[in-house]
Structure formats: C-alpha cells, structure tokens
C-alpha cells in the first residue's frame, strides 16, 4: 500500500490550504483514513480522520477550520485546511488504517504546511 500526500506549502496567517492524499495497492475496503500531524518538538498527533462510510473525527484545535472528506471510488483523502495559524504549522502526514484479523496501517511520505504571521 502507497499513499501520496500532495498540498502542502507556505501561506499566510488566515489562509487556506487543501491537501490531498491518494492511496493504492490492496487494502481492505473497510477502513479509515486520516491526517496526523508533528511540528518541531512535538508528537506526532492525530488532526482528522473519516471512515469508508463517512464519520469522521477531528481534533479540537481544528474543529471548525479544517474539514476533511473523501472519494472512495478514487481512494483519495481531503483536508481543507482554512483560516491557519501559526500553530498549525508542521509536517502533515496521510494515514490509512484497517482490521483484517490484524490491525494494518501505512503512512504517507509527509507533507510541509508552514504558516507565517
């Protein structure tokens, strides 16, 4: 399983940015799909995640400003990141994670997202 993160880059305080992450190969249909994110120092943490079937999660800090949604015909993630801060400023990386008798889960290669003020 590959997945490709695409989107990220440089923008201004209140600015937005969508990024995008495509995912091939075999994988089980079931599955969800998500951001994390790690900034300089930090763990990496979880920004937003949406099931095959459409739920999704999100954390607090990006509620109301980040939306993340999906094509499952494409197997392709979105997040559209809007009024940024220069707390969200770090490497945002795709994940996909499935239950198949194990648990299974692939990272995409991490994309920037800097936000100056």
């Known amino acids: 399983v590959q997945l490709q993160a695409s989107g990220g880059g440089l923008v201004q305080v209140g600015g937005s940015l969508r990024l995008s992450c495509a995912a091939s190969?075999?994988?089980?249909?079931?599955?969800?799909m998500g951001w994390y994110r790690q900034a300089l120092g930090k763990q990496r943490e979880l920004v937003a995640a949406?099931?095959?079937?459409?739920?999704?999660d999100a954390a607090d800090s990006v509620k109301g400003r980040f939306t993340i949604s999906r094509d499952n015909a494409t197997n392709t993630v979105y997040l559209q990141m809007n009024g940024l801060r220069p707390e969200d400023t770090a490497v945002y990386y795709c994940?996909?994670?499935?239950?198949?008798?194990?648990?299974?889960?692939?990272w995409g290669q991490g994309t920037l997202v800097t936000v100056s003020s």
């Open positions: 190969g075999k994988f089980y249909e079931i599955n969800v």
């Open positions: 994940h996909l994670a499935y239950y198949a008798g194990d648990y299974y889960e692939y």
């Open positions: 949406i099931t095959n079937g459409g739920l999704t």
